[in-house]
């Protein structure tokens, strides 16, 4: 057997020195659909209750909403379970076509590419429209995904400072002599929550002659007037070339993704992308109910405009508590914490508060960055709010943590 005891004792002492630092990842098993609150199992064995959801992904309270739980279900009659294909072979149903057609809609641009998801929308784009002869030119925050998509292409790599333009501008200096040239952001960063200037992007972009390409997955449905994403929250909707997003997000939180942009580039990716042409295509449940989801979106700004209430009343609320806050915008709220160990406790003491949060840390942030990540969504309510605030401010307190900022907390708990 390949799988040595030398091998063994390797692993498990890895595992034991995270849970050594705690900084061991708990999983707990939600025993109810996704929702503001949820039924929960943690630790396993332990009886289930009921909790406030505060780090999900569910913008806009879609992910069991009744219409696209029946839409789901009328496909699963209709077209069945799954099409143990891939699109190009025997894997695309007329309702494939009809999504990518309404996503195009949705976003403003002329054609989409459907993936099994944006990690793989990110993995497959890169490669198939750039060459060595081009760049890539990546704020350093870009997703994980984005990250794994560059390194699969072979296009000279450039990166830029966040949000920095000085920067950006330099790197495109440095790269007028490639080919093409491409600027690459996410449109909300996933972390921070803090949203790329693109209006300030697409002019560089215009004066460099490079493409703009933005992963929107925590924009898309929410952020902007109407919900069509960053590019439309800065006015350039038709001056970014390529947007990347998920349907498992904002979008009813299943799972999925895509590449819109010029026509060209969608037909690129069904000819070429490795991911598109190698793995099994989207369930018809979930493309059906992904379609309800964008004709819910594009009948009424409810969602969208609740969701903006929400997560002004959470940031405000948390900043009188005293804690310290990354500024933005989006319902991403990160509560900053600094010490990995002092962000899983906070985040265990809050579970049993009624409470589910979870503590980032390294790898998922920078070393001395961690943080618990609050998402806020149109599912919740005024009153779960204000018992989060509660909840929140009780645990501060125990931690001594209020009023006290970055270098204050790291003299407290260290790094």
């Known amino acids: ?20 630092k705690g900084i061991f990842k708990e999983e707990r098993f939600i025993q109810s659909p996704q929702a503001a609150s949820i039924k929960v199992e943690f630790p396993k064995g332990a009886e289930p209750k009921q909790v406030l959801n505060f780090c999900a ?26 099409l143990s294909s891939v699109r190009f072979i025997c894997g695309t149903q007329d309702i494939h076509n009809e999504l990518e057609i309404k996503m195009s809609e949705f976003l403003g ?25 081009d760049a890539m030119i990546s704020d350093r925050l870009v997703h994980a995904s984005i990250v794994d998509g560059l390194k699969l292409c072979k296009a000279q790599m450039f990166n830029y400072k966040h949000n920095s333009m000085s ?45 703009v390409m933005v992963d929107d997955s925590h924009a898309t449905g929410f952020i902007g007037k109407t919900g069509r994403g960053t590019h439309e929250y800065h006015n350039v909707m038709k001056r970014v070339d390529i947007i990347t997003t998920t349907f498992g997000k904002g979008l009813g939180g299943a799972t999925g993704g895509s ?30 109910g992904s379609l309800k989801v964008l ?31 990354k500024q933005g915008d989006t319902p991403i709220v990160p509560v900053m914490l600094y010490n990995a160990k002092l962000a899983q406790d906070i985040a265990r003491d809050l579970y049993h508060e009624g409470i589910y949060v979870t503590g980032f840390f390294f790898p998922v942030v920078a070393q001395g960055q961690a943080r618990i990540r609050t998402q806020i969504s149109a599912g919740h309510e005024m009153e779960h709010l204000d018992k989060a605030l509660a909840a929140f401010t009780k645990i501060g307190q125990k931690y001594g943590i209020l009023g006290l900022k970055k270098d204050e907390i790291i003299a407290k708990y260290g790094l």
């Open 295 to 325: 004709e819910i979106l594009s009948k009424s700004t409810d969602r969208r405009d609740k969701l903006e209430k929400n997560t002004t009343y959470w940031r405000a609320g948390l900043t009188k508590a005293g804690f310290d806050l």
């Open 167 to 211: 920067h950006l501008e330099e790197k495109l200096q440095e790269a007028q002599s490639c080919r093409l040239r491409m600027i690459i952001t996410d449109g909300v960063f996933s972390m921070d929550g803090d949203i790329a200037p693109l209006d300030k992007i697409c002019d560089l972009a215009d004066k460099y002659d490079a493409m």
């Open 259 to 288: 590449v819109s942009g010029p026509k060209e580039i969608a037909e690129m990716c069904r000819q070429r992308a490795r991911p598109y042409l190698f793995s099994n295509t989207m369930p018809p449940a979930v493309v059906a």
């Open 1 to 20: 057997m390949a799988y040595s005891s030398k091998a063994k004792d390797f692993y498990a002492g890895e595992l034991q020195g995270m849970k050594d």
């Open 109 to 133: 641009m002329e054609g989409t590419c459907l993936f099994p998801s944006c990690m793989e929308a990110n993995a497959g784009l890169f490669d198939v429209v750039l060459t060595p002869e």
């Open 57 to 82: 992904n569910n913008y806009l309270g879609l992910s069991s909403h009744p219409e696209v739980v029946k839409a789901a279900h009328e496909a699963l009659d209709s077209r069945g379970y799954g």
